[in-house]
């Protein structure tokens, strides 16, 4: 049994202690926002790219870190460059998503490489990827498959291609 002096002592701790627990603050996915979230399907067992626009309304600045889905056996965070005429493709860490601004992944620059998925994706299919931020939070996000020829999430001329 605590004594009642023992209490009353301790008393400012424990306030403090609550005060420091409900103000804890959010995750970097609770800031995250995205939109326009589309995946490119290519023929065969080609890799898909995955691109989507993510806006953080948080006063800190975030970073996507990753991804991962049930439908590929892998998702890796890469970012297309050209240098000298030659276009090349390299694995990034992370993607900076600055403190109440915006970071797109598109085709030309950062995007999700989607390997080997698990059964066939056609155009009009929806994946789920699962976002993984830099503080290990997740935003599980739903992609919007797309025809090879497409070059945005709501690209008419290859719907139209496609007879959807």
């Given amino acids: 049994m605590i004594c009642r002096r023992h209490a009353i002592r301790c008393m400012p701790l424990l306030v403090a202690g609550l005060l420091l627990a409900g103000g804890a603050q959010a995750t970097e996915a609770e800031h995250i926002r995205a939109s326009q979230a589309w995946l490119r399907v290519l023929p065969g067992d080609l890799p898909a790219g995955a691109y989507v626009t993510l806006e953080n309304s948080g006063d800190q600045p975030a970073s996507l870190r990753g991804a991962s889905s049930a439908s590929y056996t892998s998702v890796m965070l890469h970012k297309s460059s050209t240098e000298g005429g030659m ?58 498959a797309r025809p090879a020829n497409a070059s945005g999430p709501d690209d008419a001329a290859a719907a139209q291609d496609h007879g959807h």
Avoid: N, Q
């Fill in 87 to 144: 276009g090349r493709m390299s694995i990034v860490e992370d993607l900076p998503i600055p403190a109440h601004g915006k970071a797109a992944l598109a085709p030309g620059g950062y995007h999700l490489m989607l390997m080997k998925a698990a059964a066939p994706v056609k155009p009009g299919d929806k994946v789920k990827l699962i976002l993984r931020f830099g503080d290990g939070s997740t935003l599980a996000t739903d992609f919007l």
